[in-house]
């Protein structure tokens, strides 16, 4: 194989090792992701109360695991972040929490075929300086039929994963060089599905 132009990290996070949280486990979770939800600066918004937290596949990249996290409140608002952690001696430990919200959601988006949350939890440099922002991203299709959701950056794939309960997680490499994660949903035959940027692009002044 001849070397390479597009020199960048790929598969750099581990597939995802767990089943969806439960249990216990959930409560514990449930309980850093609802203490960072209260830290939330609303800007004066009502938020209201946190409903049924729906969580994501795992990923571990760089020794610490992320769980994504979403909730509609009963003001109608989407709350999401993650609950990341390292793995000590006695299980757990060194926990880290993020939570933001939103009104747009996929029902005022009817558009939409891909619902998508993300933030950066890292960086990884280059060849000449030239840096990624490491990208949680976490979602559900909007569209039937999907298997399988990638990331990829000037069409390299750079991460994938399986949807587990019609949800998935991907961790991978975004702004660099001057390109841009896309998410892409295939079918079981490797048919595309949907295709969304991270991205929303300004409408054209009239």
């Given at each position: 194989m001849p070397p390479t132009d597009r020199f960048v990290i790929s598969f750099a996070a581990e597939p995802p090792q767990e089943p969806l949280v439960y249990g216990r486990w959930a409560e514990t979770l449930q309980q850093q992701f609802l203490d960072a939800c209260h830290r939330i600066d609303s800007d004066g918004e009502d938020l209201g109360e946190a409903g049924e937290i729906a969580w994501?596949?795992?990923?571990?990249?760089?020794?610490?695991?992320?769980?994504?996290?979403?909730?509609?409140?009963?003001?109608?608002?989407?709350?999401?972040?993650f609950v990341s952690f390292t793995l000590g001696p006695g299980g757990p430990e060194d926990f880290d929490t993020r939570a933001e919200f939103t009104a747009e959601t996929a029902e005022a988006n009817p558009d939409w075929k891909l619902d998508l949350n993300d933030d950066i939890v890292g960086s990884w440099r280059g060849e000449d300086g030239n840096v990624a922002d490491m990208t949680l991203v976490w979602g559900v299709p909007l569209v039937p039929g999907g298997a399988i959701v990638t990331a990829e950056l000037a069409d390299l794939a750079v991460d994938q994963c399986p949807l587990v309960s019609e949800r998935f997680t991907l961790l991978a490499p975004d702004n660099y060089r001057g390109d841009y994660l896309e998410v892409r949903l295939w079918d079981r035959a490797a048919h595309e599905l949907a295709r969304e940027s991270l991205y929303v692009e300004d409408e054209e002044e009239s």
């Open positions: 994501f596949p795992d990923r571990t990249w760089n020794g610490r695991t992320y769980v994504p996290a979403v909730a509609r409140t009963t003001t109608g608002f989407e709350l999401f972040g």
